[in-house]
């Protein structure tokens, strides 16, 4: 299974997982008269909308090159990383909003059905978590990562729903308002988590220095190749999935210039073969003795 296939069936788990709980926390957070567990949905919802640009990003970012962009499209990845920020901002101010509102508001007891259905979700997010940041690693994509903490942020969520309820029912008259306030608690790790997911794809943007072990990497590939003495500069530049290289290679001052470019094709084979989340690299040939 390739990068991009395996990206696409981790971004539609995450739709159909999206679409099923939120109509499961709506249902039970409107009948079992829980605002934490209503949060939880109203995050779910937005989570369906922010699984769906993932999927629109992936497959955008993942055309190939042409005239227009002749980088590929691979940037849409970390645009759509934007995006799905953008939402966890929005449903995290939202919940906070209501979650004031309904403390102000005096209101029913939460249904102690509620707490099995927030146990079973705390569950299923939290292995929804490990199982989309596991193919986010395999990929490389910066967009699957987010959707990952989406699926974590939810899974937080819920275990503050599921300790406000808790604290409601066991204290009883006067504490109603216990799972309002663990919808404000979550209201503000859901903006902690959109700081996570917004510093590394600005980073990205920016083509900020971030991947010291991509460099090892090369500089480790490299080193394997005949004719190559050592290696100077490397700068790595993320588009999507993939990552575009520039790299200055030192080689024997007293060769040909024929043999320093068939060193070059050899060194960029060598390293396309072995890191395959390489899209391109340029090199360039310094002699021994160079300053």
């Not at 939402?87 to 707490?115: G, R």
Request: net charge negative.
């Amino acid at each position: 299974m390739t990068k991009y296939q395996t990206a696409l069936k981790a971004s539609y788990f995450s739709i159909i997982g999206n679409i099923l709980l939120a109509a499961v926390k709506w249902l039970a957070g409107s009948i079992g008269n829980s605002y934490a567990l209503i949060a939880d949905a109203i995050e779910s919802t937005t989570d369906i909308f922010s699984s769906l640009l993932v999927l629109f990003g992936i497959k955008y970012s993942s055309r190939p090159a042409d005239e227009n962009h002749p980088y590929g499209h691979g940037r849409a990845e970390t645009l759509i990383t934007f995006l799905v920020a953008c939402f966890l901002i929005v449903s995290a101010t939202i919940i906070a909003h209501d979650s004031i509102e309904n403390i102000k508001m005096p209101h029913e007891m939460p249904k102690p059905f509620t707490l099995l259905v927030l146990g079973g979700i705390i569950i299923w997010k939290e292995l929804s978590y490990r199982y989309v940041m596991k193919k986010s690693k395999q990929t490389n994509s910066s967009s699957l990562k987010a959707d990952a903490w989406h699926h974590r942020s939810d899974a937080i969520t819920s275990v503050a729903a599921f300790i406000g309820i808790s604290v409601a029912l066991i204290m009883g008259k006067g504490y109603e308002a216990a799972d309002d306030w663990a919808a404000l608690f979550s209201s503000g790790f859901i903006l902690y988590n959109s700081y996570l997911i917004l510093r590394p794809a600005l980073g990205e943007i920016m083509d900020e220095h971030l991947y010291d072990d991509v460099v090892a990497e090369v500089r480790e590939v490299a080193q394997k190749v005949e004719g190559v003495v050592n290696t100077e500069k490397c700068l790595i530049r993320k588009a999507g999935m993939q990552y575009y290289i520039d790299l200055h290679a030192t080689v024997d001052a007293d060769i040909s210039v024929r043999e320093g470019h068939e060193i070059s094709h050899r060194l960029k084979d060598k390293l396309k073969a072995e890191l395959p989340n390489i899209a391109d690299i340029l090199i360039h040939i310094e002699p021994t003795g160079h300053c």
